[in-house]
């Protein structure tokens, strides 16, 4: 499942990164923001690969980037993992209940633009906002499985690093539309919701922080802040190479919707990634 990845390499082919810029990126990829727990697997399994990333510059920026993004997921027949979108953790089920526990990484947030190699979102517009700290985050899953159409999870982001930025929530719904021998789309509805902390840390504006940007001093209180639709599309070119493409939107809602750095409302996300299992 898939979690909306509200905080989110260049567009051309890797070989075009050096390797100073590719070693800190290998390392935090496997940190990268979390996403709804995957299948678990049933033998070991190694899936490297890489693509691109259409996201905002930050959650509510009017302007969108493109940012390479890589594959590397390795699941054990145990439930060890260690994965670009899930981090490292642990993952099993019961029946149709299933759980996961990781260790993962939310990027920060710059207040001036950043490049498109960048972990971390960032604009012009947030000048005098100041940075936002990334952190190491756990993360505990919960799902069930209603029927062979309808999977339910709980998630939770809690900052292991950077305990202001606070606590996050997601609630997600994913619906399997098709599946063949080499192809599968899925459906998947997001609803986050975040504590006070981090509703003000990323949404917010303090009195120092207005005095420096100009923006309008708001509180942020607690509260749902977002809901996200995402179709994923998976394409199995032979038994080892597969296509993987998504297209959505994220809609801000609540006090995240009403904050002065907020441009835009609603905010388009996609992927194209091509990737090789062993």
């Known amino acids: 499942m898939r979690n909306i990845n509200l905080h ?31 299948e678990q697997k049933q033998s070991n399994e ?13 959650s509510g920026s009017e302007k969108s980037r493109v940012t390479t ?20 953790g642990y993952g099993n089920n019961i029946g149709k209940f ?24 960032g ?43 606070g606590t996050a929530l997601h609630f997600g719904i994913v619906s399997p539309l098709y599946q063949s021998s080499n192809s599968s789309v899925t459906l998947t509805f997001t609803g986050s919701w975040g504590t006070s902390k981090y509703m003000q840390t990323y949404y917010g504006v303090s009195t120092s922080q207005s005095a420096n940007s100009g923006f309008k001093r708001y509180d942020a209180g607690s509260g749902i802040f977002a809901w ?3 179709i994923d599309w998976t394409y199995k070119i032979s ?8 297209a959505g939107f994220t809609q801000l809602t609540g006090d995240a919707h009403n904050s002065p750095i907020v441009q835009r409302k609603t905010s388009p996300t996609g992927s194209l990634k091509v990737a090789y299992s062993f």
Not at 132 to 137: N, T, V
Not at 239 to 246: A, F, L, P, R
Request: hydrophobic letters at 40%; glycine letters at 10%; a negative charge.
């Open 69 to 88: 993004a890589l594959v590397l997921d390795y699941s054990t027949e145990n439930g060890l993992f260690v994965s670009s979108t899930r981090g490292l």
């Open 239 to 246: 038994q080892d190479w597969s296509v993987i493409t998504g």
């Open 123 to 165: 604009s012009n517009y947030l000048r005098g906002m100041g940075d936002i700290k990334g952190s190491a985050i756990g993360i505990p899953t919960l799902g069930y499985e209603i029927s062979d159409w309808i999977n339910v999870q709980l998630q939770a982001e809690i900052p292991i690093s950077e305990l202001d930025n």
């Open 8 to 38: 989110n390499k260049s567009p051309s082919s890797l070989s075009g990164l050096s390797l100073k810029k590719i070693l800190p990126g290998v390392v935090l990829i496997l940190l990268a923001p979390p996403v709804l727990a995957a």
């Open 98 to 121: 299933n759980y996961s526990a990781a260790l993962s990484y939310r990027a920060g947030r710059k207040d001036r633009d950043v490049d498109s190699n960048s972990m971390s979102g």
């Open 228 to 230: 996200s639709t995402n």
């Open 46 to 58: 190694l899936t490297l690969g890489g693509g691109v990333d259409i996201a905002p510059y930050y």
